[in-house]
């Protein structure tokens, strides 16, 4: 490690440019940086998916509330109603795209979860282990770890480079 440089963070563009790349790519190995930042915008969807319930339920709520206050007005009642259904309407596509967006993304960080592991030399089936509840944080754990300086079974280290790589780079 002596003889190791380790170059800088990835930014936010560079790590998820570099996992749409390697977007079904389970070999090699990905720094913390790329997986972390590519974490952030997995979580993004997820996150309005959880606005839009929220949205739908509140709505919900209130419309509930004033159909008690309109029980002999139809007139009420009927604009309600349409206001439920324009709810409705909006709900629907928003969530269905949502849903696309988030397969979308599953492939790609499945691949770089692995990567990630194998950054720090675990197999990439080791993800597994946050399939099983309190036993997961074993998982984020290791996500937080260091890169391992020196080449592993899975590769090169995508962060640390040797002192002779970075002479001859910059030739």
């Known amino acids: 490690m002596a003889n190791t440089i380790a170059l800088p963070k990835l930014s936010f563009g560079e790590a998820i440019k570099t996992c749409f790349k390697k977007y079904a790519t389970f070999s090699g190995r990905a720094r913390r940086s790329e997986y972390w930042w590519f974490c952030l915008l997995n979580s993004i969807p997820g996150i309005l998916m959880q606005q839009l319930f929220s949205w739908k339920l509140a709505v919900k709520a209130e419309l509930e509330s004033q159909i008690g206050e ?14 439920a259904q324009a709810c409705d309407d909006t709900f629907f596509p928003c969530a269905v795209i949502l849903c696309i967006i988030m397969l979308a993304l599953l492939i790609p960080a499945l691949a770089v979860c692995a990567r990630r592991l194998h ?53």
């Open 119 to 171: 950054d720090i030399g675990k197999s990439g089936w080791a993800m597994l282990i946050g399939i099983i509840p309190i036993v997961n944080l074993i998982l984020i754990f290791w996500t937080l770890k260091d890169s391992e300086p020196q080449a592993n079974k899975y590769g090169e280290s995508p962060k640390y480079i040797t002192q002779e790589e970075n002479a001859a780079s910059q030739i």
């Open 70 to 83: 309109t029980l002999f007005d139809a007139e009420k009642q009927q604009a309600l109603l349409d206001k």
